[in-house]
Nanobody, 124 residues
Framework: QVQLVESGGGLVQAGASLRLSCTAAKPIFRDSNMAWFRQAPGKERKFVAAINWSNSNTYYADSVKGRFTISRDDAKNTVYLQMINLKPEDTAVYYC?????????????????WGQGTQVTVSS
């Protein structure tokens, strides 16, 4: 059973913008910290951004601060990742993740739930 479904990836030129979406099954979304990770070819999966379920605090990897914005729409059980000024080094498969433990989201890749991933390719 698919619990998280991502969409919004694509092929863009450097400097362009994209918005990724991730819709979760309601029982998961309600009490979960939602996050985005990415994995480039041949590299480890890395944390990109997260939003706390209880207070909506947001967290970002240094490499995306000021360019990416994570937000959530509780009415739609959806989390978004708005990406601007994309760079070739942002090219990766982007994964949505959910976990009730903020420490897990911020420091590990051991989240309880994962989406299938969406490809983002930024050409120079």
């Amino acid at each position: 059973q698919v619990q998280l479904v991502e969409s919004g990836g694509g092929l863009v030129q450097a400097g362009a913008s994209l918005r990724l979406s991730c819709t979760a099954a309601k029982p998961i979304f309600r009490d979960s910290n939602m996050a985005w990770f990415r994995q480039a070819p041949g590299k480890e999966r890395k944390f990109v951004a997260a939003i706390n379920w209880s207070n909506s605090n947001t967290y970002y990897a240094d490499s995306v601060k000021g360019r990416f914005t994570i937000s959530r729409d509780d009415a739609k059980n959806t989390v978004y990742l708005q990406m601007i000024n994309l760079k070739p080094e942002d090219t990766a498969v982007y994964y949505c993740a959910a976990d009730p433990r903020i420490a897990v989201v911020l420091t590990t890749t051991a989240c309880d739930y994962w989406g299938q991933g969406t490809q983002v390719t930024v050409s120079s």
